[in-house]
């Protein structure tokens, strides 16, 4: 029931976001972008895509090493690809498949490579806040713009800013003070135990990554990775010829909305994309309706086209593979 609920809420909130975004939306005139776009940059990024894919689950396969496994790499990329077409129809889920499915097919027991991935989504929330650092540090003037203009101008920029940091830091105080006045009694709380598990076990996988036999490697496909996820989303503003004059700063600002929008609580990103990266383009001098048009094509290709034919492609894959156990002696 809780995991019903869960979904339900997930449903409904992506439900409200598409519906606001695209009340004011010419649905006919978005199709008619959709069939002037230049589907070879859609066919490049696909194949960008297809390297990203590779070198994550390259990575996933050095980070197993230490641990004494050793899959091929070919079976891990399948594994990885099953995840993302998982996650499109149960949020969270992909994780889980991708678990199992190299269980099943390289006998990698599910507990060691979900510690696994839990180290390397941290390594990836660490990538993301310094390119969120380095976009608000290149672009700060459009971004606090797109941070106001979503909360309204009835403040003064400067004073809300400061009201802002002044609460926060008054929050974390307090918090800090009464921990410290009642932490026998914290401890005791259901509550505190369990997130204090699951940041201990959080840390435990990511320090895990100290152990690699080739941290090199993991480095260079963890750029690699981020790398790719530049060069595809940019790759197909140019698909579309009324956001192919974007530049490169522009499409870093769309890969970190578009990141955090997947990151939301709605099925596959759908809503909090669209919104995220429509209002963020129109602060590059494009007009709402191609924003919205963009963000859209965005998200078909990337998050729902590509992951579905990948996906469906490894599910298949698996069925004519030998398995194999990976586990080194």
Not at 267 to 278: A, E, K, P, T
């Amino acid at each position: 029931m809780k995991k019903v609920l869960q979904y339900l809420i997930s449903l409904t909130i992506a439900g409200g976001l598409l519906w606001f975004v695209f009340k004011d939306v010419d649905i006919d005139a978005l199709f008619a972008t959709f069939s002037k776009a230049d589907y070879r940059w859609v066919a490049l990024s696909g194949a960008l895509a297809l390297v990203a894919h590779w070198s994550r689950a390259y990575r996933w396969k050095l980070m197993l090493q230490p641990i004494g496994y050793n899959p091929s790499a070919y079976k891990t990329m399948l594994a990885v690809l099953i995840g993302y077409v998982v996650n499109l129809v149960l949020p969270r889920a992909g994780e889980l498949a991708r678990c199992g499915s190299l269980q099943k097919l390289e006998g990698v027991p599910f507990e060691k490579s979900f510690g696994a991935v839990v180290a390397e989504r941290l390594v990836d929330v660490l990538i993301l806040l310094l390119l969120i650092g380095l976009n608000l540090l290149l672009e700060f003037d459009r971004i606090s713009g797109f941070f106001f203009e979503l909360i309204g101008d009835k403040f003064d920029n400067t004073a809300l800013l400061a009201g802002i940091a002044f609460a926060g830091i008054s929050l974390i105080l307090l918090a800090v003070f009464l921990f410290r006045k009642y932490k026998s009694k914290i401890e005791q709380l259901a509550f505190y135990q369990k997130v204090s598990s699951v940041v201990s076990g959080l840390w435990s996988g990511f320090t895990s990554i100290r152990n690699l036999k080739n941290p090199a490697a993991f480095i260079g496909h963890t750029v690699l990775i981020w790398v790719m996820y530049y060069s595809m989303t940019y790759a197909l503003c140019f698909a579309l010829p009324e956001t192919a004059s974007l530049s490169p700063l522009a499409g870093l600002t769309i890969l970190v909305m578009g990141t955090i929008g997947m990151a939301a609580p709605t099925i596959g990103g759908i809503g909090s994309y669209h919104f995220l990266v429509g209002k963020i383009v129109a602060l590059y001098g494009i007009n709402a309706q191609i924003g919205i048009t963009l963000a859209t094509f965005l998200h078909s290709m990337m998050g729902v086209l590509f992951v579905l034919i990948f996906g469906l492609i490894a599910f298949i894959l698996t069925f004519t593979v030998q398995k194999t156990d990976s586990k080194t002696p």
